[in-house]
């Protein structure tokens, strides 16, 4: 597996949150691997099929976890890190390691917004 970009995410509180979304950047290419590193505090990682919205599983991501998102989970799957308001939350960062394509560089991104 090649990584050469990292992504980095610090949620300060349990109020900062990742919407609903896949990891589906154009300049990522077609199938691609994704391993996302939890270090902090524990947070809820939440996934559902794009055909089954209602259909939502909920994990537990403690300090150090590791989550590898590959195959086609990204065009059949998204991902979100709800709002935590029912119980103090450590501060979380998460790191997500890519690889980005070279040749698809010069793609731009459609996504509206990228924020939560």
Same mark, same amino acid.
């Given at each position: 597996?090649?990584?050469? +970009? ?20 154009? &300049? ?18 939440? %996934? ?15 300090? +150090? ?15 979100? %890190? ?5 119980? %103090? ?24 917004? &990228?924020?939560?």
């Amino acid at each position: 597996m090649k990584i050469n +970009a990292v992504l980095v995410n610090i949620y300060d509180s349990g109020k900062e949150h990742s919407d609903f979304h896949s990891d589906d950047d154009p &300049w990522l290419g077609e199938s691609f691997v994704v391993p996302s590193l939890s270090l902090g505090g524990e947070r809820e990682f939440c %996934v559902r099929p794009k055909q089954q919205r209602s259909d939502v599983t909920k994990i537990s991501l403690p300090h +150090a976890s590791l989550v590898v998102m590959d195959g086609q989970f990204q065009s059949e799957y998204e991902h979100a %890190v709800p709002i935590t308001t029912d119980k %103090v939350v450590l501060p979380r960062i998460n790191l997500t390691f890519r690889y980005v394509v070279p040749e698809l560089c010069h793609i731009d991104n459609p996504k509206q917004r &990228w924020d939560s």
